[in-house]
């Protein structure tokens, strides 16, 4: 690192594990950083919690509605606002990240670069894309999507509303809607009987409580009379301008319902954008249909292999839903996992605290839910009229076609059609590419990454580059043709 550090870490996202691990850094003396994209901590779980908490008695039925797992967020908030030697930094977009420590940020129209010896990476997990037809229609959205209006906009779907996929989440999203006096019309699940019935010899005893909360939530839907199919396939969106209806099949039977809303939910998979345009290693795991990075179980990522623009160690950790999925307490628990990581690192001898231990058993569950919902909606692979590319409206077709022409690699593919190069940068059709190069030639192994990625990742105004804070003067130093030395008379060297 070649200038001076702004922090002793830096840590990207204020969600659980962000929060966790700035907390435990910070009471030990540590100077910290928390950027974060929201304008509040809580990260996607316990989105805008004090501003709702602060809202009562307003927001009481919707406090009641998300239930005490939500609430439950504000004391690791509190602790949070309080600890000293954290410099938090919300609506804060990171755009660059390397793995020697630097950080480029962007916040309204500045910008500029941080640096510290210790980056940790908790920005969190993304909804797994499923394209399938008519997923682009407005009136189409995710549990994720509407989870957020219900937290942050205080908004109630209303009308014929339909929740199709599997997980966990469309258990809970359907029983908070239940609970505010919203009543959907269908829960289509993608997952089977025989798959909670193969998930049980992966249950162990410190993921019961996590089993039990889930039959919970199914119980008080049936109790509440929704009706709920399972094994569904073939989910398609109709409408002209907006959803009107979907159509999917079940045991065998085609159904068409009129729908004014409807919710998809394939699981959830690491935000691998930040890790991927740091150089990190990350692999495809085909069970999840998905990357995932490359760590320690403290964290620590890994350099992916070939060659890197930095020099040094990689001081990059990763931690919660961005490392593996395990939900709020899993992330709480990894981070400060990490924490004590880097403590050890800084002030050696570390001693043993347990925080692995910790970290280790709240994911618990993770290997009887991963069996027990299996990608549903995107274990086929889209038919040819099917758009991929949400961005620049690229249908599996022109993607097959491309690729039967020979590009048989992703940036290859990026350059001919524009995949990948619209506002998301890829994270929406990445993955489905990738499987669509796999469709093609099976023996070929999956792309070790998506994308190739170059900063800036995030869109960056001109006004913001221009003024740019935070440079490193040697990676800035530009040389123009004055810089040349003047030749000597009678030298025989070209200039």
Request: with cysteine; net charge positive.
């Amino acid at each position: 690192m070649s200038v001076a550090p702004d922090a002793d870490a830096i840590i990207v996202g204020a969600g659980p594990a962000g929060m966790a691990c700035a907390i435990e850094l910070a009471v030990a003396g540590c100077r910290v950083i928390v950027l974060d994209m929201q304008p509040s901590p809580g990260g996607q779980i316990f989105r805008a919690l004090e501003t709702n908490m602060q809202a009562r008695p307003g927001a009481d039925e919707l406090l009641a509605a998300l239930g005490p797992s939500y609430k439950a967020g504000l004391s690791l908030v509190t602790r949070f606002r309080a600890a000293p030697g954290i410099d938090y930094r919300p609506g804060t977009t990171v755009w660059d990240l390397r793995a020697d420590g630097t950080v480029g940020w962007l916040k309204g129209d500045a910008a500029g670069y941080l640096r510290a010896p210790h980056i940790v990476l908790a920005s969190g997990a993304m909804e797994r894309p499923a394209p399938f037809p008519g997923w682009t229609l407005p009136g189409v959205m995710t549990a994720g999507a509407v989870q957020t209006l219900l937290k942050a906009g205080r908004l109630k779907p209303k009308g014929r509303i339909v929740l199709a996929g599997t997980g966990p989440l469309i258990f809970l999203l359907a029983e908070q809607l239940r609970r505010l006096g919203v009543r959907p019309a269908l829960i289509a699940r993608t997952d089977r009987t025989r798959d909670k019935l193969s998930a049980l010899k992966h249950l162990r005893p410190a993921g019961l409580p996590a089993l039990l909360k889930g039959l919970g939530w199914l119980l008080r839907l049936r109790l509440a009379g929704i009706t709920m199919r399972t094994g569904i396939s073939g989910l398609e969106a109709h409408g002209r301008d907006h959803l009107e209806a979907v159509s999917l099949t079940v045991a065998g039977r085609r159904i068409d319902l009129p729908c004014d809303l409807l919710v998809v939910h394939d699981g959830i998979v690491p935000s691998t954008d930040l890790a991927h345009a740091a150089g990190l290693a990350l692999a495809w795991r085909a069970d999840d249909a998905s990357w995932q990075p490359v760590t320690t179980p403290d964290g620590r990522a890994e350099m992916a292999p070939g060659p890197t623009l930095t020099v040094g160690p990689c001081r990059i950790r990763i931690t919660g839903d961005a490392r593996r999925i395990g939900g709020a307490d899993a992330a709480i628990a990894h981070g400060r996992h990490a924490a004590s990581a880097i403590l050890a690192e800084r002030y050696p001898p570390g001693a043993a605290d347990g925080t692995g231990i910790a970290a280790e058993r709240s994911l618990a569950a993770r290997p009887f839910l991963d069996v027990a919902f299996p990608p549903g909606l995107s274990s086929c692979l889209p038919d040819d009229a099917t758009i991929v590319c949400r961005c620049e409206e690229i249908t599996a077709g022109a993607l097959r076609a491309t690729i039967r022409d020979r590009a048989t690699e992703m940036n290859l593919v990026r350059g001919l059609l524009r995949c990948g190069m619209g506002a998301c940068q890829g994270r929406s059709c990445a993955a489905t590419l990738a499987r669509l190069l796999a469709e093609a030639d099976p023996g070929k192994p999956m792309p070790s990454a998506p994308f190739r990625a170059r900063p800036p990742l995030r869109p960056l105004p001109l006004g913001a580059l221009a003024g740019m804070t935070g440079l490193d003067p040697d990676l800035a130093l530009v040389e123009s043709l004055d810089d040349k030395p003047e030749a000597i008379a009678g030298d025989d060297a070209h200039v």
